[in-house]
């Protein structure tokens, strides 16, 4: 499949906008070439299916996600300032484009095993990223010793997805990101910081 064309990424940004306004299962290639500007056809050079439309969408926009969070945690000096910026940025990523926390906090919960199977894989990248920020806080002596960085882990993402999820919910009735202060101290405390 080809890939890094203009048109795939035209494919990936109408796929976000259909699949968000219309659900998984009621999007059809054909209204996501339409959305594209580009023939039915078309998409089948670039992706396989509509399963690989989507999966290939949330690579895409993790990957850009996960470049953009090791972009701005570069500069921070302590392990509980990377999570902030960590927190602050996906909040910032998701109530700046709808359409893809739509997407990435419904849909793909919708989608079949094998599609959350890939998604998993996927999100190993972004999950990574959360693991180096705790490692760093235990070396660093700013989280407890010993901290269960899986359960961290599991803990820190679970608890900004849901927090993106119930905003996702609430139809985006208030400022997602302005969480972020109050999401971070919650979770800080439970790593043993301050």
């Not at 890939?3 to 976000?16: H, L, S």
């Not at 998984?24 to 339409?34: C, D, F, G, L, P």
């Not at 998409?43 to 299916?49: A, E, G, M, S, V």
């Not at 910032?92 to 419904?106: F, G, N, P, W, Y």
């Amino acid at each position: 499949m080809k890939r890094n064309k203009p048109k795939y990424k035209q494919i990936i940004d109408a796929a976000v906008v259909v699949i968000a306004e219309n659900g998984y299962h009621q999007s059809q290639v054909s209204k996501i070439a339409r959305k594209a500007g580009v023939a039915d056809g078309t998409i089948y050079l670039y992706f396989k299916n509509k399963e690989d439309i989507l999966i290939s969408l949330f690579r895409e926009k993790m990957g850009m996600f996960i470049e953009k969070v090791n972009e701005v945690i570069a500069g921070k000096q302590t392990a509980a300032e990377k999570l902030l910026v960590m927190i602050e940025n996906h909040f910032k990523i998701m109530s700046e484009d709808r359409h893809l926390a739509i997407v990435t906090q419904l849909e793909l919960r919708q989608s079949n095993k094998d599609i959350r199977l890939k998604i998993n894989e996927v999100l190993k990248g972004y999950l990574n990223v959360v693991d180096r920020i705790l490692k760093e806080g235990i070396e660093n002596n700013e989280f407890r010793q010993d901290l269960d960085i899986r359960l961290a882990r599991q803990m820190i993402f679970g608890t900004i997805d849901e927090t993106v999820t119930t905003w996702v919910m609430n139809d985006q009735k208030y400022d997602l990101t302005a969480l972020a202060p109050a999401v971070h101290k919650l979770i800080i405390s439970g790593c043993g910081g301050s």
